[in-house]
């Protein structure tokens, strides 16, 4: 991902931060500047600009409702203002929450400014967890929610929300950068033997496994994701195993890439 596709970089630099991303980044050694992406305040307010027009419409209609003794009526017309007054303090306290933020990528890492704070992660030993929510009705998708859970440079944790433009392009960028960084040594300490654990799910050369329960290697068939559940299929069947939410495995996407490898063969082969 190029930098060259940075957007709304006046509203990035506001307030100096641009300044405070570049020192923590050049001091924890993050290399290269890969992508940056602003909080998505600004449109927040846009929306609160356009809810409070629709809101001064349906007071009128509620004045005029009750003035011409249509009581029941202003009832109907008051529900949705109602609505749009609940949007209104919503969205202004989300866009107030947001103001100021950036998510900048790096080679070696990201930083996440906020509140006047920056926090560095490094994708070499940095830990991802990811939710992302698909909220539907009627059978439709009415919008999808991200979280990314990371772990910073000092051992705290920083989740990575919408609140920054586009993340349905900066997680999964954070995602394939943290596998490209820590899947050759986990792949190394699997070929020496070693057990991995993926929050409940572990992995050995020879096991898959969750608690006290575990499948040889030659046994599985498939390990796939189904409704944010990984699934795991031995002999034509799912295994009580699979029962675990995506968004309970730390570095989910180094977890599915060994659980790939280790599936087609021993770790010896990689």
Known sequence: MSGDSVPNQDHLDRDGVAQQVSAAAAREGLGAHRAAYPSIAQAQRQHVKRVQIAAAVLAVLVVLCLATGYVPLAFVVGLPLLICLY??????????????????????????????????????????????????????????????????????????????????????????????????????????????EFGPLWLTPTEIGSGNKSMPWPQVEDVEVKDGYVRIRVAGRWSALSMTAVSRIPNFFVFRALADHLRRGPASRG
Do not use: C, K
Request: proline letters at 3%; glycine letters at 8%; hydrophobic letters at 35%.
């Open 87 to 196: 949007a209104i303090m919503t969205y202004s306290s989300a866009a107030n929450r947001n103001e100021g933020s950036r998510l900048d990528l790096f080679e070696h890492g990201l930083t996440s400014a906020h509140r006047g704070g920056v926090r560095v992660v490094r994708y070499a030993d940095t830990s991802v967890l990811q939710n992302i929510v698909r909220h539907t009705q009627y059978g439709q998708t009415t919008r999808i929610t991200y979280a990314y859970t990371v772990t910073d440079t000092t051992g705290a944790q920083v989740v990575l929300r919408a609140g920054y433009a586009q993340p349905h392009e900066w997680g999964p960028a954070i995602q394939q950068a943290v596998t490209e960084a820590q899947l050759p040594q986990a792949v190394a300490q699997l070929n020496a033997g070693r057990r991995l």
